[in-house]
């Protein structure tokens, strides 16, 4: 459930003890949201909480610590559930990350569902992790791998996107939202078309979750996932999304403890869900601390988040479109808080190295997304991606050191 906005952006900056700190003499100013989030002070706290009082193994043991670091684990899960809005707790399998998820649906759907000629479509701006295993497995089972074309304002072509949906297709993966365009795909109609055929969907969800609300059953999504650090949590966090009967079907990723029931040399039986995906120890601070950020965000609401980075978006945007030699790529009509651009005759890092000099992080390359850098025919861009702790000010700053950094290259 989302609550309603109840602080004010100076509060708001109060809980990210990061932002006050300098770099390089300057004021920090963070526009690499994209890349990984900050934390709030209540996930730091219950990282050292959890390691100075709790910390201890879970799930098989039957001391104090074991079952307290347990129920805040499984209650960590359960906050995952109602975030997105899943039927069942067991339904959230927890990774890595993003890229943890992918490879795990991308070993076990293919044992269950994929045989030789299938085809999975994909879309011309997934993020690598979106790109690589699945034609690890296309190679490995002898399928198809399609690709969804996308126009230059970087939308997927919708119509394309039907061509290529038929009785073959077992599997649509595509992206939320790109981290390099900031574009926001019609997931809702991509689920509803792909059904049509019957392939299942996968959403990649990484950017998305941390800008707006998401309800998977909404979506009517089979598999959705996330990283847990682009959401104000910790690293090496993040949870796959899957619809029970099909996870069900789906034999495990890993093989090893808590994912069994019953282990002898001839045979071994595996747990129920969502243990059945979790072979050995997982990252339970992280989980925990995951858990926090939530609440966090919760805390904050989505309405303020919202209001904040659109306001940021189109301040942003109109200001760097002003400045002579600057194009935008992406210019999607729906959008999230990311600005990828480039400046003609200058290199993307050349600047990102003069910005960092000022106390400005953003990202420039190619964001893991080297085939949208060969749409754009580009080498790279620089992307400034806002979080809805930053503030219009900072974008004065950012643009005026940006246009002091062009004209030093010049
Ligand atoms: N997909 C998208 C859209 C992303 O933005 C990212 C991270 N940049 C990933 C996947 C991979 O996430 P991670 O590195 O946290 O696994």
């Given at each position: 459930?989302i ?7 100076e ?9 006050e700190r ?13 890349a990984?989030t900050q ?8 990282i050292?909480?959890y390691y100075?009082n709790?910390n ?7 001391h104090?610590l074991s079952?307290e ?8 899960r359960?906050?995952i559930q109602?975030?997105i809005?899943a ?14 998820s ?7 759907f ?9 085809e ?5 701006m ?21 690709i969804?074309p996308?126009?230059n ?5 919708y119509d ?6 038929s009785s073959?297709?077992?599997l ?13 795909n ?9 059904h049509?055929v019957?392939?299942k ?8 979750v941390?800008?707006d609300v ?12 996330f990283?847990g650090?682009k ?34 040399f ?15 120890t997982?990252?339970?601070v992280?989980?925990?601390?995951l858990g926090?950020?939530i609440?966090?965000i ?6 303020f ?11 942003a ?5 002003a ?11 729906e ?6 651009f480039i ?5 993307p ?7 960092d ?8 390359g190619h964001h893991?997304?080297?085939?949208i850098?060969?749409f754009?025919?580009?080498?790279g861009t ?5 979080s809805f702790y930053?503030t219009n000010?900072?974008?004065d ?10 004209n030093?290259?010049?």
């Amino acid at each position: 459930m989302i609550k309603n906005a109840i602080k004010t952006i100076e509060e708001v900056r109060l809980d990210f003890p990061i932002l006050e700190r300098e770099v390089n003499g300057k004021k920090l100013v963070y526009f690499d949201n994209g890349a990984t989030t900050q934390k709030p002070k209540v996930v730091v706290d219950a990282i050292n909480d959890y390691y100075s009082n709790q910390n201890s193994n879970i799930h098989r043991g039957v001391h104090t610590l074991s079952q307290e670091a347990t129920s805040a684990y499984e209650e960590a899960r359960i906050k995952i559930q109602e975030f997105i809005g899943a039927k069942h707790s067991h339904e959230i399998i927890l990774t890595t990350g993003t890229t943890g998820s992918v490879n795990l649906l991308a070993h076990s759907f293919s044992k269950a569902f994929l045989k030789e000629g299938d085809e999975i479509i994909i879309s011309a701006m997934e993020h690598h992790s979106n790109i690589v295993p699945w034609q690890m497995i296309c190679q490995e089972r002898g399928c198809k791998l399609k690709i969804a074309p996308m126009n230059n304002k970087g939308e997927i072509i919708y119509d394309e996107f039907l061509n290529l949906l038929s009785s073959k297709t077992k599997l649509a993966a595509l992206v939320h939202v790109s981290n390099t365009l900031g574009t926001i795909n019609p997931v809702k109609n991509i689920i509803k078309d792909a059904h049509k055929v019957g392939a299942k969907v996968f959403i990649d969800g990484a950017q998305a979750v941390s800008h707006d609300v998401v309800n998977v059953q909404e979506l009517d999504a089979d598999f959705y996932c996330f990283s847990g650090h682009k959401l104000f949590g910790p690293t090496g966090t993040g949870v796959l999304y899957g619809k029970e009967e099909l996870l069900n079907q789906m034999p495990p990723y890993q093989g090893g403890g808590d994912m069994i029931k019953t282990v002898t040399f001839e045979k071994t039986t595996y747990n129920e869900l969502p243990h059945k995906f979790e072979a050995g120890t997982p990252n339970i601070v992280g989980g925990i601390g995951l858990g926090v950020a939530i609440d966090y965000i919760n805390s904050v609401g989505f309405d303020f988040i919202k209001k904040q980075e659109e306001e940021l978006l189109i301040y942003a945007t109109n200001k760097l479109k002003a400045i002579d030699g600057l194009k935008i790529v992406g210019e999607a009509n729906e959008k999230a808080s990311v600005i990828s651009f480039i400046v003609e005759g200058i290199h993307p890092y050349d600047i990102g190295v003069i910005l960092d000099k000022t106390g400005v992080a953003v990202r420039t390359g190619h964001h893991c997304t080297q085939p949208i850098m060969d749409f754009f025919e580009i080498p790279g861009t620089i992307r400034a991606s806002f979080s809805f702790y930053n503030t219009n000010h900072e974008v004065d700053y950012f643009v005026s050191m940006l246009e002091r950094a062009i004209n030093m290259l010049k």
